[in-house]
Each structure stands twice: as C-alpha cells, then as structure tokens.
Nanobody
Framework: QVQLVESGGGLVQAGGSLRLSCAAS????????MGWFRQAPGKEREFVAT????????YYADSVKGRFTISRDNAKNTVYLQMDSLKPEDTAVYYC????????????????WGQGTQVTVSS
C-alpha cells in the first residue's frame, strides 16, 4: 500500500507556471506507475499525464501536451507535474495516483489516490 500527498497548487494568472509535487510513503515507490488526473467542477475526472516506473516513458493528454511535464525522483519517492503556459481551462483539482499493474490513462486502473490540490488559473 502507498499513501500519496499532493502539494504545490494555487492561484496563477494565465500564461504562468506551477509545479505540483506528490510525495509517496509506504511500499516501494519505484514499483508503481504514476499518473496525474484532474477534475473541474461538474466534470468527470480526466487523465493528464502518466509515467512508467523508471520515468523513462511518459504519456500526456492532448490538451496538455507541450505545456505540462511529468517527472519522478524515485530516490525521493516523489512525482512532479510541471505546468507551463497555464490556461483558465486548466483550473481543476489535481490528483496524483499510483498503479502497481498498468501504465494507463483510465482512473479506475489506479489503486491509490492523493487528496488533491487546487489549481486556479485566472484570465
């Protein structure tokens, strides 16, 4: 089992940047595929980015490709989401998630979730 805690959210103007962090504790962090998801008010949770166990391979939603970067530091048990060129439509609660089995864009494939961190982008 793994526990996840996100941080780094906040209020930023359009065009700005934020870096989210997700600290993991519990079972060996490097054995998990890690993902970032987001949920805006009244909308379903949607995939943002995912990283393989080593961090060598990553995959992004089309809506964030070229603007967001997922990375991980297995020595620090932490996964990051660097968000640049932020847009008002990026406003959401951002969640990190861990899967022991799959490199996936589907929320149901992830077993463990953090509590979320709010990102608000003003126009």
């Amino acid at each position: 089992q793994v526990q996840l805690v996100e941080s780094g959210g906040g209020l930023v103007q359009a065009g700005g940047s934020l870096r989210l962090s997700c600290a993991a504790s519990g079972r060996a962090f490097s054995t998990y595929f890690m993902g970032w998801f987001r949920q805006a008010p009244g909308k379903e949770r949607e995939f943002v980015a995912t990283s393989m166990k080593s961090g060598a391979n990553t995959y992004y939603a089309d809506s964030v490709k070229g603007r967001f970067t997922i990375s991980r530091d297995n020595a620090k048990n932490t996964v990051y989401l660097q968000m640049d060129s932020l847009k008002p439509e990026d406003t959401a609660v951002y969640y990190c998630a861990a899967s022991p089995r799959l490199y996936s864009v589907v929320p149901d494939e992830y077993d463990y979730w953090g509590q979320g961190t709010q990102v608000t982008v003003s126009s």
